[in-house]
């Protein structure tokens, strides 16, 4: 792993975890589109102060009520610790490190935990590995005994090369369905050379969505019936939604059921979408509400427009976050909270999806590198700081 200054200056210089983090060349900004609550003060203060980690990618619960908290450290390990502000000390319930292949955009970077974990102890993850020679990404199920995860029990479900370093996605989750969602980046470099978000016989750039209930054809997994390019000539049926360029991070709202995914732009825009079934969300022709390839008057005929997106004077790197369900926080309430990897800007994002109007407010602003967002079991939410290794939490005063 680089220090934390080294990586910083790749931030600068390169595309980037889409989080950790996607920035491109300068370019021509539009006016802001946040506004700001004069009458709202909100901070950010330590939500564990006794606990450390080592460049935190992701927060999750079990959901099996247990109320505690993973977080995933990029480089192999899964962290687990109680759910009270005093707690003095995480456990380890997964080292993987041996075979992950981390830094700048690699490492162990998703988590999901079976709807049924409390019974079964299965869950799973998504990192990349070096498999002769060949950087790939990884969808394994592991097995554990709800305190500590057997590395020798993983299984190998999904397999894709990653032809660069570069914007591996990341995100995995179990929808109401019962079935398990995989974001996937375009492949890396700049501008998806080979163009592979727009390519259905291509993993890269996309949506996924498997039944890992069952298995059928050889795989470790089923298809679900309904995913949208079953039937379709050369695509994978694996395939939900495409066209994405770097999603960091997806959830679940879960009142209602919708994934929201933030998707980290090129060099001009950074955007916010809802997962919609076989949609297409334009990249690499359109970097969020403008035109990426062709860069004017391009065909946006069929794509799914973003809820909201905003451009280099507020952010370079969008880090997804979730539609807010506690309690603590009226004021946010059903509102999709999130923020930027570079500038640290947290908002919170009120949209109408009967007028596709969106309404976006400057919360905060954090400072070091917001690298994700959690969610405990009550609804409640954290942010993880990636250059201190911290955990915080919003406070309204």
Known sequence: MKTILQFLFVLLVSSGIGGIVSCGNSSSDSPPTTTINPNATWQLTPAFSNLSFNSPVELKPAGDGSNRLFVLEQRGLVKVFRNEAAVTQAETFLDISTRVSAGGETGLLGIAFHPNFSTNGQFFVNYTRQFS???????????????????????????????????????????????????????????????????????????LRIDVNSKANGLNYAIPPDNPFKTTANARPEIYAYGLRNPWKVTEDRSTGKFWIADVGQNAREEVDILEKGGNYGWRVAEGKVCYSPNNNCNRTGFVEPVFDYGTSEGRSITGGYVYNGTRLSAIKGQYIYGDYVSGNVWALKYDEASKQATNTLLTRLVGSLSSFGEDEAGELYLLNYQTGKIQQLEFK
Not at 136 to 144: G, L, M, T, Y
């Open 133 to 207: 020679g060949q950087l790939q990404s990884v969808i394994s199920r592991f097995q554990s005994n709800k305190t500590i995860g057997y590395p020798a029990s993983e299984e190998i479900l999904l397999t894709f090369n990653q032809p660069y370093a570069n914007h591996n996605g990341g995100s995995i989750l179990f929808g109401k369905d019962g079935f398990l969602y995989i974001a996937t980046g375009d492949g890396g470099s700049s501008g998806d050379p080979q163009n592979y978000s727009q390519n259905l016989g291509s993993l890269l750039g996309k949506m």
